[in-house]
């Protein structure tokens, strides 16, 4: 039987099949077009995640540049690129899960107040983008439609195949239509349902917003968690203590 991890590779395979290689092997490095392409994002999985009392999959913007060709390294084929990302991301979770938190607010510093060191709580981490552009978002990169395409599809095998109970997206307000285009809210189309809000709490909607999407899983909407607004920290407080840790860790 495979393993969820196998799964996933698989899943990614077959998103990444048509994908032309110049976007993985850095060959085009020198072309303007691809000469600031990060390494590809590919979340893994561990057994920690999969065991958890409650998994929740928390999707952001955290837009590093993922090394995953270098020089001592390079591109050798499609499975072992995606393998290697795989590794590296999983690698980045847990050290920066286990790390101390970082100074002011952070997206790192919001997972690690999710993560639980007795494991009833697991975390996986996904990012509505999967590449970066200039080592930032790749929204005004010239192929970014294609880009677009290609994160949506991983995206969507890692909700379908890690099954988490809960989804917080965090990729703030400057790509919330991406996440729309993504998991449309409105009309025939729409994948969302039982949408709600927390205004009878103190909470506005533009900070906090709820879900379910594919008629299954329990989402919510927040702003970026490095937003330092009063509202932004509010609705973060709100989230973690009233509808995540504390009803969560009950039996």
């Given at each position: 039987m495979e393993s969820t ?44 995640f999969e065991q958890a ?159 379910r999407l594919f008629s ?36």
């Open positions: 991890q196998e799964r996933l590779a698989s899943a990614y395979h077959c998103a990444l099949g048509t994908l032309p290689t110049h976007w993985l092997d850095q060959s085009r490095k020198h072309d303007v077009d691809f000469a600031h392409l990060s390494g590809l994002f590919l979340p893994g999985t561990c057994t920690k009392s409650k998994r929740i999959m928390v999707v952001g913007r955290e837009t590093r540049r993922w090394d995953v060709v270098k020089p001592e390294n390079p591109y050798r084929d499609l499975d072992e690129y995606i393998h290697r990302a795989m590794d590296i991301q999983q690698k980045y979770l847990f050290e920066h899960l286990k790390a101390k938190a970082d100074r002011g607010e952070s997206f790192f510093n919001f997972l690690r107040k999710l993560h639980q060191p007795d494991g009833s709580i697991g975390i996986a981490w996904a990012n509505l983008f999967s590449f970066a552009w200039r080592s930032g978002s790749p929204m005004s990169w010239r192929h970014f439609e294609a880009l677009k395409a290609i994160s949506k599809s991983l995206l969507v095998a890692q909700l379908t195949i890690l099954k988490p109970d809960i989804v917080i997206f965090a990729n703030g307000a400057s790509s919330a239509r991406i996440r729309q285009e993504y998991f449309p809210h409105r009309g025939e189309s729409s994948v969302c349902a039982d949408l709600g809000d927390y205004r009878e709490q103190g909470i506005p909607v533009s900070q906090l917003w709820r879900f299954s899983v329990q989402c919510y909407r927040i702003q970026h968690p490095s937003s330092v607004s009063t509202d932004s920290r509010a609705a973060r407080r709100f989230l973690l203590d009233e509808l995540l840790l504390h009803s969560l860790m009950s039996p």
